[in-house]
């Protein structure tokens, strides 16, 4: 698989979104908060491993392609060599909870509506494959990553739901949990989540799969 965005493409505008984030002040404070230093590295790490995330790609590969097209580079706005090390020791540092717990507070900065008008909004979700040995036996019990099932197949990993504003496809709301939960059963909590960020309102129409 080639990764080279593509202009206009709805999952390279979310991952675009994605980026502003990482980018922001915000961000960084949570970044430094946690300790994670030096920062402005630990973004361009982080970049590199939700491109993999996003597009499910072993993080090998996912370097490999940022290193050498520079429109991906561009676009994700990394000017040094990506270091495959520098990656898989930024990733040892955390427990996978710990990681989810970062990205998803790292996503969720400034995640609010600017509008008081009702809203179409998409609630979607996303497979998101962890680089690991899938024939490797493994004691999931208390792990964060379970098997899952999409229309790729299985996958070794989690699920992230999305909200997003239909009419700019600006992030409101990221949401990580395990793979084997589905849509139906966790679509209660998200509801009442997203009430009490005051992310939807009364008026607004979301559209979701019939997953749901």
Not at 108 to 117: A, Y
Not at 131 to 153: E, I, M, Q
Not at 169 to 185: D, G, V
């Amino acid at each position: 698989m080639t990764v080279i965005p593509v202009e206009g493409d709805e999952k390279w505008e979310l991952l675009r979104k994605i980026v502003d984030k990482l980018e922001s002040r915000e961000a960084k404070k949570v970044l430094a908060r946690n300790k994670i230093t030096p920062v402005n590295k630990a973004i361009m790490l982080l970049k590199v491993i939700i491109l993999a995330m996003f597009f499910e790609l072993e993080t090998s590969y996912a370097v490999n392609e940022v290193n050498k097209r520079y429109e991906l580079r561009k676009f994700l706005r990394i000017e040094d060599e990506v270091k495959l090390r520098s990656v898989y020791n930024f990733m040892a540092k955390f427990e996978s909870n710990q990681f989810i717990n970062l990205v998803f507070s790292i996503l969720n900065v400034n995640s609010k509506r600017r509008s008081n008008k009702a809203s179409l909004l998409i609630l979607d979700w996303t497979d998101i494959s962890l680089d690991l040995n899938p024939f490797r036996r493994r004691d999931l019990k208390n792990k964060p990553y379970k098997w899952g099932y999409s229309t790729k197949g299985f996958f070794l990993g989690m699920k992230m739901m999305i909200l997003i504003d239909c009419e700019t496809l600006t992030p409101l709301f990221f949401y990580i949990y395990p793979a084997n939960i589905h849509e139906s059963r966790i679509y209660p909590l998200i509801l009442e989540i997203l009430k009490r960020k005051r992310l939807i309102r009364f008026g607004d129409a979301i559209i979701m799969d019939r997953g749901f």
